[in-house]
């Protein structure tokens, strides 16, 4: 059963505990480490994003997967720690646990990451930009952070359909306030727990 393919597994809203917890080490490589982490990548994949961490699938672990588009395939990283930050830059960003919402966030422009692969090999790299960005984003989840606490003031907005902006959509202002009552209502709907 272990050989069967990867499958994409529900994302979890942002009003579940489990999103607000810190994630456990990732202790040993195996079979289950490894199928999570193809389960993560395609789930990511078919949402579609740029990163997905374990807690957003309801999997308590230091583990997480990025992609951005002009660094090629995922990168699966377990147990990924940022050892230097270069620079601070504000940019939107938003979460496959927030559907449609997005907000001003400052985070490092560049950084230096130590992790290990899905066979627990040693991975140190560089990021910048909107790959350093996905993967501060998703760090922070693997220590029950979302990006709600870290936008700036006054820079949260829904994503709203506009077919007559060049975007497609147009923003609306929303508060945290808001925006947790909508997601906890949403979550009661899908029968997740809050």
């Known amino acids: 059963m272990d050989d069967a393919p990867a499958r994409v597994r529900k994302i979890l809203l942002c ?10 080490t990732v202790q040993r ?3 289950a480490l490894r199928r999570l982490l193809d389960e993560m990548v395609d789930t990511m994949q078919a ?13 308590g672990l230091r583990c997480c997967v ?3 588009p002009e660094e090629g395939g995922a990168r699966k990283l377990v147990n990924p720690r940022i050892v230097k930050r270069q620079g601070r830059v504000v940019d939107p960003e938003g979460c496959l646990s927030l559907p449609t919402l997005q907000g001003l966030v400052p985070r490092a422009r560049k950084i230096t990451v130590k992790a290990l692969d899905e ?3 040693p991975d ?3 990021a910048e930009g909107l790959y350093a960005r996905a993967i501060q984003h998703e760090l922070d989840h693997l220590d ?6 870290r936008v700036l003031d ?3 907005a829904w994503q709203v359909p506009d077919d007559t902006d060049e975007d497609g959509y147009r923003l609306e202002p929303a508060t945290i306030e808001e925006v947790m009552e909508i997601f906890a209502r949403l979550a009661k709907e899908r029968g997740e727990e809050t």
């Not at 949402?47 to 999997?59: D, K, T």
């Open 144 to 149: 029950g952070i979302l990006f709600t606490d």
């Open 66 to 68: 990025v992609a951005v």
């Open 119 to 121: 066979r627990m090999r």
């Open 124 to 126: 140190c790299f560089d």
């Open 29 to 31: 490589a195996d079979r």
């Open 154 to 156: 006054g820079e949260l």
């Open 47 to 59: 949402a579609p994003g740029l990163g997905l961490a374990a807690p957003q699938v309801g999997e």
């Open 15 to 24: 009003t579940h505990p489990i999103l607000r917890k810190k994630a456990q």
